[in-house]
């Protein structure tokens, strides 16, 4: 009779069975803010945690941003409705792709990115809306000052990244993060300019 292996359940009589091990708990097998210790990446330990430390901070208030796009998809009204409805979740998963290129980054240099909302909640810099619906100009603003905060760190960082040798993170910071939050942010701020909609001033 084979082995029992830790995915399979050994029943009675050390027969082998199908009952999935439920309930597991262990230790943490890494804390988070810390770093793997070697990894062949040319890169010095304090030079990675000092990275992954701004890079979770980062990916917090996207975390924050991306789901702030999601609250304002769902509860946008008014004229403009289906334009930004259709905007806001283009927005939403442009942010979602960040948050995990942004995490994995964090993964690559042998970090733990954060993850949970209560995490998330407690670390992103951006001011938490109210639950209930918003005009639509205060949802235009609140998305770019979230937008702001972001873009203002993220140039910060990337500068400092390429101080210390981390040329992927700058990349990565400068090609995808920064534009793609400059990009959003033209497009956002365009709808707050006061237009006349049907006869010219």
Same mark, same amino acid.
């Given at each position: 009779m084979p082995t029992p292996t830790t995915n399979i359940a050994e029943g009675k009589n050390g027969r082998i069975t199908a009952q999935p091990r439920l309930h597991q708990r262990a230790a943490e097998i890494q804390r988070y803010g810390t770093v793997t210790p070697m990894l062949p990446? /040319? #890169? +010095?330990?304090? %030079?990675? #945690? +000092?990275? &992954?430390? @701004?890079?979770?901070q980062i990916v917090a208030d996207t975390m924050t941003l991306r789901d702030l796009y999601k609250k304002s998809h769902? @509860? %946008?009204?008014?004229? &403009? *409705?289906y334009e930004l409805h259709l905007l806001f979740d283009? =927005? *939403?998963? +442009? @942010?979602?792709?960040?948050v995990d290129t942004i995490a +994995?980054?964090?993964q690559l240099l042998g970090g733990i990115s954060i993850a949970m909302a209560p995490d998330v909640a407690e670390t992103t810099r951006i001011e938490r809306a109210p639950r209930g619906r918003e005009e639509v100009p205060v949802q235009l603003s609140r998305? %770019? /000052?979230? =937008? @702001? &905060?972001?873009i203002s760190l993220v140039r910060v960082v990337a500068r400092r990244a390429s101080d210390v040798g981390d040329d992927g993170t700058n990349d990565l910071l400068v090609s995808q993060v920064l534009r793609t939050n400059e990009l959003q942010t033209w497009f956002l701020s365009e709808h707050l300019v006061n237009m006349p909609l049907t006869e010219a001033k």
């Open positions: 990446l /040319d #890169l +010095e330990e304090p %030079v990675r #945690l +000092e990275m &992954t430390e @701004q890079l979770n769902w @509860q %946008v009204a008014g004229p &403009t *409705f283009k =927005h *939403f998963g +442009e @942010q979602a792709e960040l +994995e980054r964090i998305l %770019v /000052d979230a =937008h @702001q &905060t972001i």
